[in-house]
């Protein structure tokens, strides 16, 4: 049986109830431990057969912010560049040939996707997109405050980062400690009924 | 200036360190009022333009297994008809008219994807998923166990549960508390030097 406790009030505003999407940045930096300390903490989130398809490049140098730069729709080009870091929330369409080590109770797991291209892109796309929500919420856990985006030209993006990898952008996380004063007022939210049934 | 604080290890532990997919269950019932309270939490995570698209059904019924029953994989099928509660997590490819009462910043949101059907499939599918993950976080922080799942057919699960609605199932998760029995061996996981890159 398993014993877990559930989490206190505190912890669930830093996740959830007064987290921010935030647009503005006070100055204080991210370092590199960060980093690596928040992919240590998300990278156990659970994944279709722990597939672990995401990739993450995160953007720190003025170099690496100027080759976003033509990708990025015009709203997100300021909070972008002004931004301690931004990560590009990538996939690997060939994580498959990792699976014979990150699934090793199944010998066959590879070829469910080898080979059939469509559930592989489904499932690179899907458990890639669940790893970038766990990396927000694993931020946030950190201290950090993040303000994710679509806004921006993904096949630019991938010929500017992944034209050797062969890695597809997803979708960006600007990462640092925000200024509240870029904040708009909080939009509300579909209420359990209208976005649930209980069957 | 933002002034949040970072959660502790017991909290790391709930949420990703120590907690597993579930493939066992020990009897302990879910209540409505849990699903309510995870929901009303998991809400407040961010979406594009708070697109808000993922929708959930909750199947905790005889009868609603047995509509699940004929979709599942044979791998997915026992735990799924033993588990308290399977949620569908779905996503509403019209999503897009919510968006003037959901984000009321633009009066024009509604139309970025109105008529452009590809890309409201796209942000229905990637924020859908987002907040399937968000999901799976703050049911952990209640103490819950999830065994989320992609082995179904996911046409067969629409036509029996959104012939009317025109939702589209994403992905499934069991969720109740779990036998550790159950588990498999924890898997590895990619270096942050395999799957990151400091640009």
Not at 97 to 123: Q, V
Not at 151 to 172: P, T
Request: hydrophobic content about 40%.
């Amino acid at each position: 049986m398993s014993e877990r406790a559930a989490i206190d009030q505190a912890a669930y505003d830093v996740l959830f109830t007064t987290a921010r999407t935030q647009n503005k940045w006070d100055g204080r930096p991210v370092s590199d431990d960060e980093l690596r300390s928040v992919y240590d903490l998300m990278k156990w989130g659970p994944t279709s057969a722990n597939s672990s398809p995401a990739r993450f490049v995160f953007v720190r140098t003025q170099i690496g912010k100027e080759k976003l730069r033509p990708a990025l729709s015009a709203g997100n080009l300021d909070k972008t560049m002004a931004a301690p870091v931004t990560a590009i929330i990538a996939y690997d369409p060939r994580f498959y040939d990792e699976l014979p080590r990150l699934f090793p109770h199944s010998t066959e797991a590879r070829s469910w996707f080898a080979g059939n291209e469509a559930l592989a892109e489904e499932t690179a796309f899907r458990n890639g997109t669940l790893q970038g929500a766990y990396f927000i919420i694993a931020a946030r856990a950190h201290g950090l405050d993040c303000g994710p985006m679509s806004g921006f030209d993904r096949g630019r993006v991938d010929q500017a980062f992944f034209a050797y990898s062969g890695w597809k952008s997803n979708f960006l996380i600007n990462i640092g400690h925000g200024d509240v004063s870029g904040l708009f007022d909080r939009s509300p939210r579909l209420s359990f009924d209208e976005a649930c049934i209980l069957d």
